[in-house]
């Protein structure tokens, strides 16, 4: 089956790291990605990971990949207040590449 | 230039109404989608549509059609409407690679 899941809060203080996680089911997902959707605002994409690498660094985003365990995290270096936003697991899959959407993680960042 | 661009981006109307949104979009890509945003921001997948052929028909009730009169162009027609749908509907399109693009989204409330 499909599914994606995410813890549904997490509240950290400006400047400390913030870590994201995420499990999804479908071992055959090609590739994983985190978006971002401030209030009342589309859908950012913010990074992505294709489903052979274990790491990918971009600027103050990582991204782990344990393929074995289906676990996905987001680390945000320096977290700042403009980084709190609704931040989004999804997985591609199936045949004709759907994205199937954890809950989203309701980041909050404060002095 | 917007990618991808739906109207209206904001909707208000009365139950049993019939409304349709529009998406275009201009990166060439083969493959459309609308997803559903609800109230607790949950996103899920409704139809696909690849080059004009409808790929993806998840659980949705048969108020809702879609129509691609060609691959630049999915729209989302949906009679008698409920209170239930008032929701946020996105699309998106997927080309070649990684990258899915979603539209701004548009914001339907039924009263």
């Known amino acids: 089956g499909e599914d994606v899941e995410q813890s549904l809060f997490l509240s950290v203080r400006e400047g400390d790291s913030s870590v994201i996680n995420c499990t999804y089911t479908?071992?055959?997902?090609?590739?994983l990605y985190w978006y971002k959707q401030e209030p009342g605002a589309g859908l950012q994409l913010l990074t992505y990971?294709?489903?052979?690498?274990d790491m990918k660094q971009d600027q103050r985003l990582t991204v782990l990949l344990n393929k074995k365990d289906k676990h996905l995290s987001l680390r945000i270096a320096d977290t700042q207040t403009g980084d709190s936003a609704i931040y989004f697991c999804?997985?591609?899959?199936?045949?004709?590449?759907?994205?199937?959407f954890g809950a989203g993680t309701r980041l909050a960042v404060h002095p | 230039d917007t990618a991808v661009s739906q109207t209206p981006k904001y909707l208000v109307t009365q139950m049993g109404n019939d409304k349709s949104i529009k998406c275009e979009q201009n990166?060439?890509?083969?493959?459309m989608y609308w997803y559903k945003q609800d109230s607790k921001k949950f996103l899920k997948i409704m139809f696909s549509?690849?080059?004009?052929?409808?790929?993806i028909n998840e659980t949705v009730p048969n108020r809702f059609s879609p129509k691609s009169p060609d691959k630049a162009h999915l729209n989302l027609h949906i009679n008698s409407l409920e209170l239930g749908d008032s929701a946020v509907y996105f699309c998106?399109?997927?080309?070649?690679?990684?990258?899915?693009?979603f539209g701004s989204g548009t914001r339907l409330t039924v009263v």
């Open positions: 990971i294709f489903s052979n690498m």
């Open positions: 990166l060439g890509h083969d493959t």
């Open positions: 479908d071992s055959s997902s090609t590739y």
């Open positions: 999804a997985e591609r899959t199936g045949g004709y590449n759907k994205l199937i």
């Open positions: 549509y690849n080059n004009k052929e409808l790929i």
């Open positions: 998106a399109s997927v080309g070649p690679g990684y990258g899915y693009t």
